[in-house]
């Protein structure tokens, strides 16, 4: 099983700057892809960034030139970098890992965070 706990959100200035980590922990063979997903009232949870799939990088087209994600696979850590923010990015931002597990039976399983709120607002 793989817990994973975001951090680093927060109330921020338009223009300004955040930077969300998330720590994957628990009993896992290993993690795959992790990924940042983010989510307001009335909306679908959307794909924000996505760590790697063939040493590829996507990022949602609302946030390419702003947002950067990164990983850290000896810590699994996964990081966002928030630049130029808008009102628009505010929203509960999770983190999503696929990860190889071993009990209860070898599997691969989605997991989520519980999320961080990101307040973008002058």
């Known amino acids: 099983q793989v817990q994973l706990v975001e951090s680093g959100g927060g109330l921020v200035q338009p223009g300004g700057s955040l930077r969300l980590s998330c720590a994957a922990s628990?009993?896992?063979?290993?993690?795959?892809?992790m990924s940042w997903y983010r989510q307001t009232p009335g909306k679908q949870r959307e794909l924000v960034a996505s760590c790697c799939s063939g040493g590829i990088a996507n990022l949602a087209d609302s946030v390419k030139g702003r947002f950067t994600i990164s990983r850290d696979n000896a810590k699994n850590m996964v990081y966002l970098q928030m630049n130029s923010l808008k009102p628009e990015d505010t929203a509960v931002y999770y983190c999503?890992?696929?990860?190889?597990?071993?009990?209860?039976?070898?599997?691969?399983?989605?997991?989520w965070g519980q999320g961080t709120q990101v307040t973008v607002s002058s």
């Open positions: 999503n890992a696929r990860a190889i597990i071993r009990e209860p039976l070898w599997n691969k399983n989605e997991y």
């Open positions: 628990g009993t896992f063979f290993s993690i795959d892809v």
